[in-house]
């Protein structure tokens, strides 16, 4: 016959056995994936491109696919270092990749790089985007949107041309000017962040949500 104390032990092992199977109620898992203001150095923390995000991509968390955020910005930091030969053509780095945690097609990608003199919108695409006030140039499609500033990230530095780049998910009909002010709304965002991390000044770039300057 099995002692008081015998039973007490195996009737809390066997309360903790169960107690361990009904999960308890009151944990909590972490969200999967990214929230915007965790995504590439934060650019899309303000509540303006955080809901452009969401939009373009169907949902507010998100997985990193392949950015070089910090290799971008490094990158545009030698351009500026010295003035260029004339034969050197400065290529974009992929600043940002996000997905929908929730998996599907869509995804976006930001690239940013220093770019030669402008204007940037030439007369072949000036039909078929619509421009914003912001940085040096702005416009964007719906399927691209791009946002141009000056910037001279340190004192003895020349002073160079960014242009920031967001592609968006393939398959948005052209004729969706909602899609076009999200994508150059998060190429702005985009820009800001690029240009607080070198430190830029006087870079005509709004806060926000760009306006349109022409349909």
């Known amino acids: 016959m099995r002692s008081a104390p015998v039973r007490i032990g195996v009737a809390v ?24 203001a965790e995504v590439c ?8 491109a955080a809901a452009a995000l969401k939009a373009v991509l169907g949902g507010g968390r998100f997985d990193d696919d392949l950015s070089q955020h910090d290799r971008a910005v490094a990158r545009l930091r030698d351009d500026a270092a010295a003035p260029w030969a004339d034969s050197y053509r400065p290529q974009p780095v992929k600043y940002c990749g996000l997905r929908p945690v929730e998996g599907g097609p ?5 690239e940013v790089g ?3 003199k402008g204007p940037y919108l030439g007369p072949e695409l000036a039909g078929s985007v619509t421009s914003y006030a ?16 000056s910037c001279r990230p340190e004192a003895t530095a020349h002073a160079i041309v960014v242009g920031t780049t967001v592609r968006g998910p393939a398959g948005v009909p052209d004729t969706d ?3 076009r002010t999200r994508l150059v709304t998060l190429a702005n965002a985009a820009a800001r962040g690029v240009a607080a991390e070198l430190g830029c000044t006087d870079t005509g770039l709004v806060e926000g949500v760009p306006a349109k300057t022409r349909p």
Not at 41 to 48: E, V
């Open 13 to 36: 092992a066997v309360a903790a056995v169960l107690a361990g199977c009904g999960g308890g109620g009151g944990g909590s898992e972490e969200p999967e994936g990214l929230a915007a």
């Open 41 to 48: 150095g934060g650019f899309a923390k303000d509540a303006d």
């Open 106 to 110: 869509k995804d976006i990608e930001v």
């Open 114 to 116: 220093a770019v030669g």
């Open 134 to 149: 912001s940085g040096v140039e702005a416009f964007s499609s719906a399927g691209t949107g791009r946002v141009y500033f």
């Open 177 to 179: 000017l909602d899609q």
